[in-house]
């Protein structure tokens, strides 16, 4: 179980590897050396969680129809390839909007829009092969070896960012993006040789339940059931505020060390590490003490620590304090790897043995919203309070204050969820859309 626990991580280390020259350098680059406005660079890096409905629809096809013999494996590998594909041709965008803008935003849209197909193939396909393999006992520590491997692979991957663009040009730029996109694709191989066993029984029967609810209706069903499972309905939206605040910063993190302290690309793209790092001791923290504490405990302390640290990054704004900065990167880093230890474990929780697929696509859809809604208003936010006030710093202010806010409500939330009543709520529920939907193919 060691060496599968790895080559999951291997998977997740590829698609995160993607994801760091995207948000991390290219986002600073876009917004500060090209000038292009905060809004539009949010709106292209949000574009791919537009597609994020895709998870509910992949996730319940792949639990009932293998491609080649596998469940997962082939979504995985589209998945990695896509976003590979989007990774390299992203700095060419960002370079077309400054001379040919319409040639621009039509590569921007090919280059976000691959990587987020990409991102949703791969990040339902392998949650879902993750939780098949572990079992629920040693779901908690496959999720600690996945992250674990995924956040020091993005301490690695900024730090050697970092030295490929120093000093920064922009042929130095495409060549790191080259580099890292290789390292992705070896990484992902790596993974998947020999971790999905072949499905060896007969697929389902067209017009049985299973079919109906991975076809057409997975939708239904699944809205279906979040709206009449209070729980499920309460854990979507705990969701998507919580994730808001903790992913929505990632775009505007950087741009704001360079306009507020007058930081060089390299030196922002090393925020990253510095976030990492801190994520990483937050997941070795989470291990050490999960049988001491429950998962809502975590939950909470992660919640009020990434709280703390947009707070930080809020009043080291106004202080123009490079210390306060720092300190409340680091706050944010711990608060995000108790976060995502807790939540996730919570997130496979609230799953039904039968559907992992279908559910696990619900909750990353949950992740892609609160991105796509977290990222688009804060740098909607941070351009108009910027135009209106005249000081860019002051718009980045009141964004990490608005992200405090938004994580004191998830936290007034978490006090209200509860797996158990989940599971209580989860049978009957479903089985009545099930028979809404097999009358409605009757009729």
Same mark, same amino acid.
């Given at each position: 179980m060691f060496r599968r626990r790895i080559q999951l991580g291997l998977i997740h280390v590829a698609v995160a590897m993607t994801l760091v020259p995207i948000n991390s350098t290219l986002n600073r680059i876009m917004i500060n050396e090209l000038a292009i406005s905060a809004a539009l660079v949010a709106v292209l890096a949000s574009l791919p969680y537009l597609?994020?409905?895709?998870?509910?629809?992949?996730g319940s096809f792949s639990d009932r129809h293998p491609l080649l013999g596998y469940r997962r494996s082939p979504y995985i590998v589209i998945g990695l390839l896509l976003c590979v594909l989007g990774l390299v041709l992203s700095p060419q965008a960002a370079f077309h909007?400054?001379?040919?803008?319409?040639?621009g935003i039509a590569l921007g849209i090919l280059a976000f829009g691959a990587w987020g197909m990409g991102f949703n193939f791969a990040t339902v396909s392998y949650l879902s092969l993750a939780s098949e393999i572990s079992g629920e006992e040693g779901r908690g520590r496959t999720?600690?070896?996945?992250?674990?491997?995924?956040?020091?692979?993005?301490?690695?991957?900024?730090i050697g960012l970092s030295q490929m663009v120093d000093p920064y040009t922009p042929a130095a730029l495409v060549r790191s993006? +080259?580099? $890292?996109? &290789?390292? *992705?694709? %070896?990484? #992902?191989?790596?993974? @998947? =040789?020999g971790l999905e066993k072949r499905v060896t029984n007969a697929p389902a029967v067209a017009g049985s339940v299973a079919d109906i609810t991975s076809g057409g209706y997975s939708w239904a069903v699944l809205t279906r059931f979040i709206?009449?499972?209070?729980?499920?309905?309460?854990?979507?939206? +705990?969701? $998507?505020? &919580?994730? *808001?605040? %903790?992913? #929505?910063?990632?775009? @505007? =993190?950087?741009?704001f060390g360079g306009e507020a302290f007058g930081l060089t690309v390299t030196q922002t793209t090393r925020i990253t590490s510095i976030w990492g790092t801190c994520v990483l001791l937050a997941l070795l923290i989470a291990g050490a003490i999960e049988s001491r504490f429950s998962k809502l405990t975590v939950a909470r302390m992660g919640g009020w620590g990434a709280l703390a640290g947009f707070a930080l990054i809020a009043i080291s704004g106004s202080l123009l304090s490079k210390s306060v900065f720092y300190t409340g990167v680091v706050f944010l880093g711990v608060g995000t790897g108790l976060s995502t230890v807790a939540n996730l474990s919570l997130m496979l929780d609230m799953t039904t043995a039968e559907k992992v697929g279908l559910f696990i696509g619900?909750?990353?859809?949950?992740?892609?919203?609160?991105?796509?809604?977290?990222?688009?208003?804060?740098?909607?936010?941070?351009?108009?309070?910027?135009?209106?006030?005249?000081v860019p710093v002051i718009g980045y202010v009141v964004v990490f204050g608005m992200?405090?806010?938004?994580m004191l409500a998830s936290l007034l939330m978490l006090r209200n969820v509860d797996v158990l009543a989940f599971r209580k709520q989860a049978d009957e529920p479903v089985s009545l859309v099930e028979r809404t939907a097999i009358a409605g193919d009757a009729g």
């Amino acid at each position: 179980m060691f060496r599968r626990r790895i080559q999951l991580g291997l998977i997740h280390v590829a698609v995160a590897m993607t994801l760091v020259p995207i948000n991390s350098t290219l986002n600073r680059i876009m917004i500060n050396e090209l000038a292009i406005s905060a809004a539009l660079v949010a709106v292209l890096a949000s574009l791919p969680y537009l597609f994020s409905p895709i998870q509910v629809m992949i996730g319940s096809f792949s639990d009932r129809h293998p491609l080649l013999g596998y469940r997962r494996s082939p979504y995985i590998v589209i998945g990695l390839l896509l976003c590979v594909l989007g990774l390299v041709l992203s700095p060419q965008a960002a370079f077309h909007m400054t001379d040919n803008f319409a040639l621009g935003i039509a590569l921007g849209i090919l280059a976000f829009g691959a990587w987020g197909m990409g991102f949703n193939f791969a990040t339902v396909s392998y949650l879902s092969l993750a939780s098949e393999i572990s079992g629920e006992e040693g779901r908690g520590r496959t999720i600690a070896v996945m992250w674990f491997m995924m956040i020091t692979s993005i301490i690695l991957t900024a730090i050697g960012l970092s030295q490929m663009v120093d000093p920064y040009t922009p042929a130095a730029l495409v060549r790191s993006f +080259y580099v $890292v996109g &290789l390292a *992705a694709l %070896l990484s #992902g191989v790596i993974g @998947l =040789l020999g971790l999905e066993k072949r499905v060896t029984n007969a697929p389902a029967v067209a017009g049985s339940v299973a079919d109906i609810t991975s076809g057409g209706y997975s939708w239904a069903v699944l809205t279906r059931f979040i709206f009449e499972n209070r729980q499920a309905a309460h854990f979507f939206l +705990y969701l $998507v505020l &919580l994730l *808001a605040a %903790l992913l #929505g910063q990632d775009i @505007l =993190l950087e741009p704001f060390g360079g306009e507020a302290f007058g930081l060089t690309v390299t030196q922002t793209t090393r925020i990253t590490s510095i976030w990492g790092t801190c994520v990483l001791l937050a997941l070795l923290i989470a291990g050490a003490i999960e049988s001491r504490f429950s998962k809502l405990t975590v939950a909470r302390m992660g919640g009020w620590g990434a709280l703390a640290g947009f707070a930080l990054i809020a009043i080291s704004g106004s202080l123009l304090s490079k210390s306060v900065f720092y300190t409340g990167v680091v706050f944010l880093g711990v608060g995000t790897g108790l976060s995502t230890v807790a939540n996730l474990s919570l997130m496979l929780d609230m799953t039904t043995a039968e559907k992992v697929g279908l559910f696990i696509g619900a909750w990353g859809m949950a992740n892609a919203v609160s991105r796509l809604l977290g990222s688009v208003v804060g740098g909607a936010v941070r351009d108009q309070v910027a135009r209106l006030s005249g000081v860019p710093v002051i718009g980045y202010v009141v964004v990490f204050g608005m992200m405090a806010l938004i994580m004191l409500a998830s936290l007034l939330m978490l006090r209200n969820v509860d797996v158990l009543a989940f599971r209580k709520q989860a049978d009957e529920p479903v089985s009545l859309v099930e028979r809404t939907a097999i009358a409605g193919d009757a009729g």
